[in-house]
T-cell receptor, first 110, second 115 residues
Framework: SQQGEEDPQALSIQEGENATMNCSYK?????LQWYRQNSGRGLVHLIL?????REKHSGRLRVTLDTSKKSSSLLITASRAADTASYFC??????????FGKGTRLHILP | DGGITQSPKYLFRKEGQNVTLSCEQN?????MYWYRQDPGQGLRLIYY???????QKGDIAEGYSVSREKKESFPLTVTSAQKNPTAFYLC??????????????FGDGTRLSIL
C-alpha cells in the first residue's frame, strides 16, 4: 500500500531556479525521509525529518514537515543540471515499516 | 569505501527457472531489505531482515525467498512461482531499525528480464 504521494509527478525548470516537490501521506509517522535516484541507479538518502521537527536544512536542500496536514515539501535552491533525477519521499510508521511514494521526476533545463 | 554491492547488474531468466540476486554490504549494518521497482513506480518491499538468521515478509513476498546466514549477505531468489519478475531490484541496509531515524543505504540494483 502506498503512503507517500509526491506532487507533481514530473517537473521541468531552468537551471538556477528553485524546485519544490510535495509529499502527502495518510497515517501517523515516526519520521519522513527524502531520497534521490539517478536513472538506472540506487537511491541516495538526502535528508530525514522526525515527526517532532518542522524544518531541516542540508546545503541547498530544505525540507518542511506539517504533521497536522500530513504533508512534507522538499525545496532545492539554485538548481543545477546534476539535480536531474527522481525524488522520493518515504514515511516510517510507528510499526517501523517504510513506505515509498512513486516519486517526482525532476528535469533541469540548461 | 563502505557500501552495498549488488550483482549481477543485468540478469535474464528463462521460464521455470529460479535465479538468485546477490547483495553484500560492508557497512556493519544489522538490517537489510529487498525492494522491487517497476517503471514509474515507487519501491515495494519484498523481504527484510533485522538480524542474522531472521527475516520477515514484506508487502509482495510471494514468489520470492531470502536467506540471512551472514550479517554481510542477504541474497534474494526469484522463483518460478513469480509470474511477473521483470523489474529493477534494489537491496538496502540500515544500521538499526528505521523507527530510530536511520537512513537506508542502497545498492545500484539488478535489472531482471525474462527471456
Amino acid at each position: 500500500s502506498q503512503q507517500g504521494e509526491e506532487d507533481p509527478q514530473a517537473l521541468s525548470i531552468q537551471e538556477g531556479e528553485n524546485a519544490t516537490m510535495n509529499c502527502s501521506y495518510k497515517t501517523s509517522i515516526n519520521n519522513l525521509q527524502w531520497y534521490r535516484q539517478n536513472s538506472g541507479r540506487g537511491l541516495v538518502h538526502l535528508i530525514l525529518i522526525r515527526s517532532n521537527e518542522r524544518e531541516k536544512h542540508s546545503g541547498r536542500l530544505r525540507v518542511t514537515l506539517d504533521t497536522s496536514k500530513k504533508s512534507s515539501s522538499l525545496l532545492i535552491t539554485a538548481s543545477r543540471a546534476a539535480d536531474t533525477a527522481s525524488y522520493f519521499c518515504a514515511t516510517v510508521g510507528r510499526d517501523d515499516k517504510i513506505i515509498f511514494g512513486k516519486g517526482t521526476r525532476l528535469h533541469i533545463l540548461p | 569505501d563502505g557500501g552495498i554491492t549488488q550483482s549481477p547488474k543485468y540478469l535474464f531468466r528463462k521460464e521455470g527457472q529460479n535465479v538468485t540476486l546477490s547483495c553484500e554490504q560492508n557497512l556493519n549494518h544489522d538490517a537489510m531489505y529487498w525492494y522491487r521497482q517497476d517503471p514509474g513506480q515507487g519501491l515495494r518491499l519484498i523481504y527484510y531482515s533485522q538480524i542474522v538468521n531472521d527475516f520477515q515478509k514484506g508487502d509482495i513476498a510471494e514468489g520470492y525467498s531470502v536467506s540471512r546466514e551472514k550479517k554481510e549477505s542477504f541474497p534474494l531468489t526469484v522463483t518460478s512461482a513469480q509470474k511477473n519478475p521483470t523489474a529493477f531490484y534494489l537491496c538496502a541496509s540500515s544500521k538499526h531499525l528505521l523507527l530510530k531515524g536511520q537512513p537506508q543505504h542502497f545498492g545500484d540494483g539488478t535489472r531482471l528480464s525474462i527471456l
